[in-house]
């Protein structure tokens, strides 16, 4: 049987394969789409270098901060060794003064000048003999006990007799060591620690061994002195206190315990004060370590020269009450070799005695 054949045409395709065509075209249109997006998005590398490169230059400022850090240590141990070295080399300077000063005094005094001072020196000591004689006879009992760390036994030459003695206590800032160094480190140190600093301990001690030969008959001042002039007993300045009223005198030596050492040091204001004692001092103890740093006048400038120290100490001479013994403990301190001399010189004058203990004296 036969069959005729249809024509093809353009509207005989059926409605799945027009929905084919058109999905087609719509997932053609779809990755078309994302493509381009895709194109446009910012690699991530980019951000990635970024992060490494804020990350390498944090690095490098850390280091550079720590390596700040080293510098400025290494620069205050050069600044501290240059203060050293300073003091050493002022020291130096002013020790080779001294004994140009000293040969200069040894060339222009000859030998007839040197055997008229041998003599004179003499006969003072004859006199200074005859005087203690006198006085040992006069003190008698020691007024209160004093018991030293070592087994020794000082002579010391020391005037012990009299009816109205005056301590003169230096309390200032350099009391807490013998070195510049170490009074700049204890400085900054506690109360309780400068109290405790070997220096000032031996000049508390000195005045408890010094209280313990007074005689119980006479009568006894205590002061102490930085930039300020106090009394070891309260409402006691000007007034002078019973050697024998031993709570009274054990009160003070207590007291001077209490002291931390600061300040510079005044001495024509020590001077003051004990001018205007009533009766005048018969003998005067006074425990230093150097020349003054402070008048009557202020200095200009945050340092002092040893010329102007040993001005300071002859400004403060011409307070000194006429015809009082003036008997000098000195703890030398470093940096100032004139105050051996001057203060030498000074209890020579006034016929008073000195002496340089050593470091286990009392």
């Not at 203060?83 to 003064?97: D, F, K, P, Y």
């Not at 931390?260 to 004990?274: D, S």
């Not at 470093?334 to 004296?361: C, H, R, V």
């Amino acid at each position: 049987m036969a069959y005729s054949r249809r024509k093809l045409s353009a509207f005989s395709l059926s409605f799945l394969d027009i929905m084919s065509c058109g999905f087609g075209a719509a997932v053609l249109l779809f990755l078309i789409i994302k493509h381009n997006v895709d194109t446009n998005v910012p690699q991530p590398t980019i951000n990635s270098d970024l992060s490494s490169e804020v990350q390498l230059l944090e690095e490098e400022v850390l280091d550079g901060e720590k390596g700040l850090v080293k510098i400025r240590n290494i620069i205050s141990d050069i600044d501290e060794e240059l203060v050293t070295a300073q003091g050493l080399a002022r020291r130096i300077m002013e020790e080779i003064s001294l004994t140009e000063g000293l040969t200069n005094e040894l060339v222009l005094d000859g030998k007839d000048g040197k055997l008229n001072r041998i003599k004179a020196d003499i006969k003072r000591l004859e006199t200074e003999k005859q005087q203690l004689v006198a006085d040992l006879n006069k003190t008698g009992e020691d007024s209160r006990k004093y018991a030293g760390d070592g087994n020794r036994a000082y002579v010391t030459g020391l005037r012990m007799g009299g009816r109205n003695l005056l301590v003169l206590l230096d309390t200032s800032g350099s009391m807490l060591d013998s070195s510049i160094v170490n009074v700049i480190r204890r400085r900054n140190m506690r109360d309780e620690r400068k109290r405790t600093a070997p220096k000032w301990k031996r000049a508390v001690d000195t005045v408890s061994w010094l209280s313990a030969k007074f005689p119980n008959n006479s009568q006894f001042q205590l002061y102490t002195f930085n930039t300020e002039v106090k009394s070891a007993l309260a409402d006691s300045k000007g007034k002078w206190l019973k050697v024998g009223n031993k709570p009274q005198l054990d009160k003070a030596i207590k007291n001077i315990k209490t002291i931390v050492p600061e300040n510079g040091t005044n001495l024509e204001k020590a001077f003051i004060a004990a001018s205007q004692l009533r009766p005048l001092p018969d003998n005067i103890y006074l425990i230093t370590d150097g020349l003054p740093t402070k008048g009557s006048k202020t200095t200009r400038g945050a340092t002092i020269s040893g010329k102007q120290r040993l001005n300071l100490f002859e400004n403060a001479l011409k307070k000194l009450p006429k015809g009082v013994p003036v008997n000098v403990i000195l703890f030398p301190m470093e940096g100032d070799p004139l105050a051996a001399k001057a203060f030498w010189q000074l209890s020579w004058i006034t016929n008073g005695s000195f002496m340089s203990p050593s470091e286990d004296w009392p």
